[in-house]
């Protein structure tokens, strides 16, 4: 289910998974939710059984913090797909929690952070979640780019981003986690 840009809260999300101790998937020990549904459904994807928008599971945002606020150990939220992008506002209710009890938030998405900012304008709920996001890698998954050298990054299209400063000045502005 893909809600409506326009709705205050919603109370579930549609997911394919969560993992509740992660490494790989940004930096820190991360609480990580995996999306359901993705448009760009990338060649050689990592996570291909995110694709369909009807697979998965709904999943109560309410548990979801829950668990996320249970867990002394992690250091941040990543929010990965499928495509957060495509459910707004699941993504902006998850990353603006985290940040109220300290986290740092971490967004996998295959939009490019030009694509956000051009639809910033018109879909408002992008600048909402742009501006609850420490780190943004930005990009669909290219498999003639892959390598298994970059950090956080798949393949070598992918940018890590500062999203805050990217709307803040209107330009992509690169983080740097090598």
Known sequence: MI???HSTQIKFARLSNIIEDSIVDGPGLRFVVFFQGCPHKC???HNPETHDFSGGYEAPISQIIKDLKNNPLISGL???GGEPFCQPQASYQLAKFAHTIGLDVAVYTGYTIENLLNEASSRPIYRKILKEIDT???GPFILSQRS???KFRGSKNQKIIDPKLSL???VA???NFE
Do not use: A, P, R
Request: glycine content about 4%.
């Open 43 to 45: 060649k050689g994807c």
């Open 148 to 150: 298994l050298l970059l």
């Open 173 to 175: 502005v690169e983080k």
């Open 136 to 138: 943004l890698i930005d």
């Open 168 to 170: 803040k000045y209107n």
């Open 78 to 80: 990543t929010l990965s």
């Open 3 to 5: 809600e409506n840009q």
